[in-house]
């Protein structure tokens, strides 16, 4: 069974920066897509970065692209969100998702098979 375990949210101040990481278990993830999504209150998810586990390519949403960064840790089956200059409308629940078709990165989460509890993120102003 795929288990993912997302840590690293907590509270900063706007313009500071946070890592997130997602630790996944239950299986080898080397064709698989790794993703992070988030929600915030009242809103819909929405895709924030992905990347493939295997090549390390990545996408992002237009709104992240140059101040997150999306990684992974092979040895450690570990993803990691460095996130930077980060603004208060960003506070959200973030999510880590994985799709096992890994054929391509998706930007919707009813393509993603797997999801982690998810980790709190607060920006104040």
């Known amino acids: 069974q795929v288990l993912l375990v997302e840590s690293g949210g907590g509270l900063v101040q706007a313009g500071g920066s946070l890592r997130l990481s997602c630790a996944a278990s239950?299986?080898?993830?080397?064709?698989?897509?790794m993703a992070w999504f988030r929600q915030a209150p009242g809103k819909e998810r929405e895709f924030v970065a992905a990347?493939?586990?295997?090549?390390?390519?990545?996408h992002y949403s237009d709104s992240v692209k140059g101040r997150f960064t999306i990684s992974r840790d092979n040895a450690k089956n570990t993803v990691y969100l460095q996130m930077t200059s980060l603004k208060p409308e960003e506070t959200a629940v973030y999510y880590c998702?994985?799709?096992?078709?890994?054929?391509?990165?998706?930007?919707?989460?009813?393509?993603?098979?797997?999801w982690g509890q998810g980790t709190q993120v607060t920006v104040s102003s």
């Open positions: 998702a994985a799709d096992r078709s890994g054929r391509w990165i998706y930007t919707k989460d009813s393509e993603y098979d797997y």
């Open positions: 239950g299986r080898t993830f080397s064709d698989y897509v």
């Open positions: 990347i493939t586990w295997t090549s390390g390519n990545t």
